[in-house]
C-alpha cells in the first residue's frame, strides 16, 4: 500500500478556487484503479494544500501523474500556484482501524 503526497504552494486568495478544482478532478477520477481515500490539508499560513491518496498499488500510485484529467488538473490549476507542485509516494505502515490503528508493513 501506498501513500502519494502532493504539496501545492498557491498564490493569496486562491485556496477556495483550488479545493472546488480538486473535487471537481476527484468527482472525474473516482473509479481509478487502486485509488482509495484522499484527503486535502490546508497549512493556510504558508499558502499552501497537501493531498494524501492511498493507493493499492506503487504501479497504480505511479500511473496517477498521467491521468489525463490529473494532467488537466495541474494544467487548468496553474495560474493558482507560486510554485509547481512537489509529489512523493511513500510506503503506508499503519491505518485507522476502528479506534486503534493497524499494521500493513
Do not use: H
Amino acid at each position: 500500500m501506498k501513500a502519494a503526497m502532493v504539496t501545492f504552494y498557491l498564490k493569496p486568495g486562491k485556496t477556495d478556487e483550488f479545493v472546488n478544482r480538486v473535487q471537481d478532478v476527484l468527482d472525474k477520477t473516482r473509479d481509478t484503479p487502486g485509488l482509495g481515500p484522499i484527503y486535502l490539508v490546508s497549512d493556510p499560513a504558508k499558502n499552501a494544500c497537501m493531498t494524501f491518496g492511498i493507493w493499492e498499488t506503487a504501479e497504480e500510485a505511479a500511473l496517477w501523474p498521467k491521468n489525463e484529467e490529473f494532467i488537466r488538473f495541474l494544467r487548468e490549476s496553474g495560474p493558482l500556484f507560486v510554485s509547481e507542485p512537489v509529489r512523493k509516494v511513500c510506503d503506508v505502515l499503519m491505518i485507522p482501524k476502528g479506534k486503534g490503528e493497524e499494521r500493513v508493513a
